[in-house]
């Protein structure tokens, strides 16, 4: 009797926990960006054919970083003037904007050079980054940004311009 009066007990607080999880994760619930990130991608340029002596043979064993990719769509249906995305690289953050017209369903590829330059072993792990848009600006002066976010992510002051795109394979 005791045993079926503990696992009675233990039921029902797991009921409440479970009751207040659900009630927690529904209020947790964001409205969704109007602008959808397809790519979020840095690119690796390894070294090139070295040179004479050691210098060159570790020149030849290194890579650097290139640009930061962003490819995005406006999922919207209305025109978005400005995008602000904020950008981890195992630590390293950045909040980078893009500034244009871009119209509802339209795709957009851009490179930008915030993090490119830093060198590394040509072997080392090859760090991938993580981005979330977190403002948009519509044409007709509406915003949308994410809930929580600190100031500095959705203030639409600039911070980078994206860099021309090559379309030559490396």
């Known amino acids: 009797m005791r045993a079926f009066v503990l696992a009675m007990i233990t039921m029902c607080f797991a009921s409440a926990a479970m009751a207040q999880t659900s009630v927690t994760a529904t209020a947790a619930i964001t409205p969704p960006s109007p602008v959808q990130i397809d790519l979020c991608r840095l690119d690796y340029n390894t070294g090139g054919a070295g040179g004479l002596g050691l210098l060159g043979a570790l020149s ?92 500095e992510l959705t203030s639409p002051a600039p911070v980078s311009s994206p860099a021309p795109v090559s379309s030559a394979a490396p």
């Not at 640009?67 to 995008?83: C, D, G, M, P, Y």
């Not at 980078?96 to 590394?120: C, E, L, M, W, Y």
């Open 60 to 151: 030849a064993m290194s890579k650097s970083t290139g640009q930061l990719k962003i490819k995005f769509t406006n999922e919207s249906q209305r025109e978005v003037s400005v995008v602000r995305f904020a950008v981890d690289l195992e630590g390293k953050a950045a909040s980078i904007r893009d500034v244009g017209k871009f119209a509802p369903g339209i795709t957009v590829d851009h490179g930008f050079k915030d993090f490119a330059g830093s060198t590394q072993w040509v072997f080392s792990r090859q760090q991938h980054p993580t981005c979330h848009v977190s403002y948009v600006k519509f044409s007709d002066g509406t915003a949308w940004s994410l809930p929580d976010a600190p100031a």
